[in-house]
C-alpha cells in the first residue's frame, strides 16, 4: 500500500520490526517504490531496546535527518510472562512498572531522540500503536489495569507531543493507533472472542487510513478502519 501522502523517495523509520505487526509494516514499506530508506529497529535483530535511553538515542544518532515516517510498533501486553490482571488484588506494581516503561516511557523517549529528525518543510507522520482499551471513555468492562493505564499514558504523550510538535513541524501528523485485534504471539491467548485480522491486513488498512490524514488530524486516536476512538 503506497503512502501517496509522502514526499517522492521517503525516508522511513519502524521500530519494534521484529513483532507480528512491525513486520508486516516493515514489509509494507519494503514494497513501496515510493520509499527510498527504511531503517528497521528491534530488539530480536539489532539489540534495539525502547525502555533503554542510550539506546535510543543511538538509534536516533544512526537515523537520517528529514524522516518522513516513524512508526512505533512496540509494546507488550505479556510482560515478564505475566498477563494482564484480572482484577485489582492482582496487581504488582513491578509488572507495572515494567508495562509502563514499554508502553509508554518507551514511545515517550523515542519522540524526545526522534521528534528532530522529522522533516520540517514536507509532510510528516509519527505513528504509535495503542490500543481501543486505551481509551477511558470505552472502558466498559474493567480489568488489564496496567495495561489499560499504560496504553491511556501513552496517547496523552501523543497528544501533547502533538501539540509541541506543532508549533516546529506545522505539517507533522503525530497519532495513536488502534491495530484491530491482529493475530499475532502477544494476543494468540486473549482474543478468542473477537473477530481476528492478520498483521498485514491491519498494517495495509492503517497506511491507507493515515495517507488520508491531515495537519488537522494530529493529535489523534484512530483505529484501524479510520474511526476516530474517543479518549
Known amino acids: 500500500m503506497p503512502l501517496a501522502s509522502l514526499a517522492q523517495g521517503y525516508r522511513a523509520v519502524v521500530l519494534g520490526a521484529s513483532g507480528g505487526i512491525g513486520t508486516a509494516i516493515a514489509g509494507e514499506l519494503r514494497s ?3 520509499c527510498l530508506q527504511l531503517v528497521t529497529l528491534s530488539r530480536r ?3 534495539f531496546d525502547i525502555t533503554d535511553e542510550e539506546s535510543v538515542v543511538a538509534a536516533a544518532a544512526e537515523a537520517a535527518d528529514g524522516l518522513h515516517l516513524v512508526f512505533c510498533a512496540t509494546g ?3 510482560v515478564d510472562g505475566v498477563g494482564p ?3 485489582l488484588k492482582q496487581i504488582d506494581p513491578l509488572v507495572m512498572m515494567r508495562q509502563f516503561a514499554l508502553n509508554a516511557i518507551g514511545p515517550a523517549l523515542v519522540l ?3 521528534a528532530p529528525k522529522l522533516a520540517r518543510r514536507e509532510r510528516s507522520i509519527f505513528a504509535f500503536l495503542s490500543a481501543r482499551v486505551g481509551s477511558i471513555g470505552d472502558n466498559r468492562l474493567g480489568g488489564w489495569i496496567s495495561y489499560r493505564a499504560s496504553k491511556a499514558a501513552l496517547n496523552q504523550i501523543v497528544r501533547t507531543a502533538s501539540v509541541e510538535l506543532s508549533r516546529t513541524h506545522p505539517r507533522a501528523v503525530v497519532i495513536a493507533l488502534h ?3 491482529v493475530a499475532t504471539k502477544m494476543t494468540v491467548d486473549y482474543s478468542t472472542h473477537h473477530r ?3 498483521p498485514s491486513a491491519s498494517a495495509c488498512a492503517m497506511f491507507q487510513m493515515i495517507d488520508g490524514l491531515t495537519a488537522e488530524n494530529t493529535g489523534g486516536f484512530f483505529a484501524y478502519d479510520g474511526l476516530p476512538i474517543e479518549w
Do not use: A
Open 45 to 47: 535483530e539489532n539489540g
Open 196 to 198: 481476528q485480522l492478520n
Open 76 to 78: 507488550g501486553l505479556v
Open 32 to 34: 513501496d517504490p515510493n
Open 85 to 87: 490482571e484480572k482484577s
Open 112 to 114: 524526545k531522540h526522534f
Open 179 to 181: 491495530p484491530g485485534t
